[in-house]
């Protein structure tokens, strides 16, 4: 069974930082890259950041650059995979349920768009104060 379970949203201050992590078992995680969006209430469920962990690729959106970090502790041929994302210096715009995504590796150039990921987790809540 494929499981996706986001963990570590918060209420946190402007300038503040959260670590969010994504656990995921189920899959063949050489065939799948993990991506985390966001939605804000309202709006568009948006890309923030992806890693691959038979590529090793790394991808972010222009509005999170040098403030997130994604990673996976993940060894190969393990059965489980945890992938972070660390975020700092948030502003009160990072505000979102956060999720995690199973995207197929030979879609990685689609890696915004999240109707092409096969899998989501139930979501995380970040909320950043002003």
């Known amino acids: 069974e494929v499981q996706l379970v986001e963990s570590g949203g918060a209420l946190v201050q402007t300038g503040g930082s959260l670590r969010l992590s994504c656990a995921a078992s189920?899959?063949?995680?050489?065939?799948?890259?993990i991506g985390w969006f966001r939605q804000a209430p309202g709006k568009e469920r948006e890309g923030v950041s992806l890693i691959s962990r038979s590529t090793g690729d790394t991808y972010y959106a222009d509005s999170v650059k040098g403030r997130f970090t994604i990673s996976s502790d993940s060894a190969k041929n393990s059965a489980k995979n945890t992938v972070y994302l660390q975020m700092n210096f948030l502003k009160p715009d990072d505000t979102a349920v956060y999720y995690c995504g199973a995207l197929g590796v030979h879609l990685l150039s689609l890696w915004e768009t999240w109707e092409v990921y096969d899998h989501w987790g139930q979501g995380t809540q970040v909320t950043v104060s002003s």
């Open positions: 189920g899959f063949t995680f050489d065939d799948y890259a």
